[in-house]
């Protein structure tokens, strides 16, 4: 049985696959997309930016307007001048589950997790498209650790359509949690890590071991909390409350400091929330360690105090995402873009990665 792939990891892609390509991540709020150019310095960002969409766009990650997607999809041709095309798959159209099987060849292992998919996704094999990654800390003599990214295949052939219609060729499908982890994390990194994703209306968590994704979960508020909170301070409107946020709430200064005690409850919220998810997978039998540390990625992840709140009350070292790690040493290059605009370009950077 053939399939669509999610990672390019699995075959050695054809000269043209090499070619220069946009990643890019499609969500209810805009696109945002970004491309990236190889050289003796690493891997540096060339072109990026967002474009926002009416309310009504995508709905409970449903594209329900393709007209505005094709057409935004085709403003970053232009931009970009590339033709091909990496793609971010919604974290909510996505299933993780983790396997032991005995040690096969990569041809084996992809046949026998067929079988596998409609024991734990609610999927056929047929309904499917898939990859897997193995944990390298958990090998051993009596098999592999494997860990399947799922999605529906409908889903995928609709981004192909609206990707094909834009003038765009994917080479590429990546589960959101996965860039993410690819941005932030060392490849050789062999911690046990929580990464706290701060997105607009949630916070995705991901268990990452040895690189890789074996768990993720949602928290049910997130950066627009923090704005509607801000809104309500000031009594402003939202939009006039991002630019306070902006402004003011990711350095030292007095109002920054003065609101620290305004948004404690959001702060212990997400620390509870943070609790559970670690404590569930430290007591995880096919866990080998302890969670070591926390990330937090997103621009509100530099909310001054957030990052110190976390580390005191969950006794763990807690740092703010680099999401170049993998691209270039921050002290020989500097990219222009800010750190805080940085922190909402884990996803397409990690897509750049693979």
């Not at 990643?23 to 891997?43: C, H």
């Not at 006794?315 to 922190?343: C, G, H, Q």
Request: aromatic share 8%; proline share 4%; net charge negative.
């Amino acid at each position: 049985m053939s399939h669509k792939v999610l990672h390019s990891k699995l075959f050695i892609p054809p000269k043209f696959l090499e070619m220069p390509s946009v990643s890019i991540e499609i969500e209810p709020r805009g696109i945002t997309f970004l491309s990236a150019k190889n050289t003796e310095k690493g891997l540096l960002p060339l072109t990026h930016g967002f474009i926002p969409f009416q309310e009504g766009t995508i709905t409970l990650g449903e594209m329900v307007k393709k007209e505005p997607i094709i057409k935004a999809l085709i403003d970053i041709r232009k931009k970009t001048g590339v033709s091909f095309a990496r793609l971010s798959i919604p974290e909510e159209k996505t299933y993780i589950f983790k396997t032991h099987l005995p040690n096969l060849k990569p041809k084996e292992i992809h046949d026998i997790l067929d079988f596998k998919i409609e024991e734990n996704v609610p999927l056929s094999a047929k309904e499917a498209v898939f990859d897997y990654d193995i944990i390298p800390s958990l090998e051993d003599a009596s098999g592999l650790e494997v860990v399947v990214s799922v999605a529906a295949l409908t889903m995928v052939e609709e981004l192909e359509g609206v990707l094909d219609q834009a003038g765009l060729t994917p080479v590429l499908f990546s589960p959101e949690s996965n860039n993410v982890a690819k941005a932030v994390i060392k490849s050789s990194n062999e911690q046990v890590i929580v990464i706290a994703n701060i997105r607009e209306s949630k916070i995705i968590l991901s268990l990452v071991i040895y690189g890789v994704v074996c768990q993720t979960s949602s928290i049910n508020f997130g950066s627009s909390t923090f704005t509607e909170l801000l809104a309500r301070y000031f009594r402003v409107s939202f939009e006039e409350a991002l630019l306070i946020k902006k402004k003011k709430l990711y350095s030292d200064n007095v109002l920054s400091l003065e609101l620290f005690s305004y948004f404690i409850n959001t702060f212990s919220a997400i620390k509870d929330e943070v609790f559970k998810f670690i404590s569930y997978c430290n007591e995880r039998k096919d866990v080998t360690g302890q969670v070591d540390r926390v990330i937090l990625c997103g621009h509100d992840a530099l909310i001054v105090g957030l990052d110190k709140y976390l580390s005191l009350n969950l006794n763990m070292r807690v740092d703010v995402a680099n999401i170049w790690l993998n691209n270039f040493d921050l002290d020989t290059y500097v990219p222009e873009i800010s750190k805080v605009d940085s922190l909402d370009l884990a996803v397409v950077n990690g897509l750049s990665l693979f």
